[in-house]
DNA sequence: AAGTGGTCTAGACCACTCG
DNA sequence: GAGTGGTCTAGACCACTTT
């Protein structure tokens, strides 16, 4: 039988859970293990690289590969269109466009996107719905520059989906926060104002500079999984 | 100049931004984009792989390499240890041990963690503080089987750290919810209940079988914040 | 049947950093 | 200065899947 980068990584990966090599403890070089399983130094690196980007293992120059003594646990989100996301659950999908008006940016969504005060900006009410209730009520910010002319009807495709497919999205964040329902949330999702929700917000800038500032209140229940 | 992968990767990338190469096309195979770039086939593989695990591509044999139609955004969760957390946020970090029973495993958390009704645990409640103010409540089940004997004291140790530092942790998952703050949640995090709370509720598997569920219930205002 | 990505090898050079 | 990981090459074989 001949070894794999793969069965490497669990054969190091099983050391170090049965404290053969216990955390912060400094393991054999690449190429002694290359030697230990008989297999190229490539593929011994190929098998490290891999635990070390999932955060296993430290490794440096000159100084050598070390267990992590605080393993940190890396938990992957994937952040699936909001359509696609309904889907998966096996719920019919629709939405509703609620408000789309241009409006000056007020001061703390400019701040956020790092866009002037009072640029014009794009704003968005979706209302996403899963199988006929209320999944998620998206508020959005766009900036204007982004978008073509004619720009796009939003009534038709959802903007959450537009993007994805027509602007090159470069990096961004997303912050979940736990927060009360606003009387306008509230009476859009048919939930008693000050219900807990949970909120995502993301901003998001690509190659021309900054796109969108969206807060995503989800319905109340809803949870938000990952594996690690 | 030589082309190393990364920065094959980046002028990939770009192409794929600047639709070069649109959503759901198919790109040139490694052997051509190798000769075009002037560098092994295998550096050009380096560079792809990296692109398909960060979901902007999608490789199949035979098939080849098309530009992913609906891109996947992936953000990346760093779980560290939550007295890491505090200090990282620059703040002094303390803990108070509130109840540490041996009960009977309740349904709802026998069911979880695969353990028959009724088995023996250990249930923990932990107050974590940031800057003396309450940051976490954690409430921990514990299986006994994980711990050595004699069992370590949590009242020194945080069970939290313990278990990072001293039992293998094989996989697991975490979920975000918007709860309302339970009465004990209320009254050892002084807050009005019903208040919203960001919980994350894990549940680990160690390799002689499951470790723990907890539910930590953060402070009023706690962002988890991850990039992408 | 054929073409694609996935992987491995043996060798090499380099950058970094620790002692 | 020397040893480590990071990367590249040229070639090869294989598994898979689509045609």
Redo the contacts with the bound molecule.
């Keep these: 039988m001949?070894?794999?980068?793969?069965?490497i990584r669990a054969e190091v990966l099983r050391r170090i859970r049965v404290r053969d090599w216990p955390p912060g403890a400094l393991?054999p070089?690449?190429?002694a293990l290359a030697e230990e399983f008989?297999?190229?130094?490539?593929?011994v690196?190929?098998a490290?690289?891999a635990l070390?980007e999932a955060g296993v293992i430290e490794?440096?120059?000159?100084?050598?590969?070390r267990v992590a003594a605080l393993p940190v646990r890396r938990a992957r989100l994937e952040i699936p269109v909001i359509r696609l996301d309904v889907l998966g659950r096996g719920l019919a999908y629709d939405f509703r466009l609620m408000a789309d008006r241009q409006v000056p940016a007020p001061v703390p969504v400019a701040a956020r996107l790092g866009l002037p005060e009072g640029q014009p900006m794009r704003y968005l009410e979706t209302l996403h719905l899963a199988g006929g209730l209320p999944f998620v009520l998206e508020t959005r910010w766009l900036n204007p520059a982004v978008l073509p002319d004619p720009p796009p009807d939003f009534a038709a495709v959802s903007a959450n989906e537009w993007l994805v497919t027509h602007v090159s999205l470069v990096s961004g964040d997303i912050a979940f926060t736990a927060e009360p329902a606003t009387p306008r949330e509230a009476e859009v999702m048919g939930v008693a104002p000050g219900t807990p929700l949970l909120v995502a917000e993301r901003t998001t800038q690509g190659m021309a500079g900054p796109v969108t500032l969206v807060r995503l209140a989800h319905a109340p229940g809803h949870r938000v999984v990952m594996t690690f």
Aim: charged residues 35%; positive net charge.
């Design positions: 001949t070894l794999g980068w793969e069965e393991i070089g690449e190429e008989g297999v190229a130094r490539a593929t690196n190929r490290l690289t070390a490794r440096k120059k000159r100084a050598g590969t």
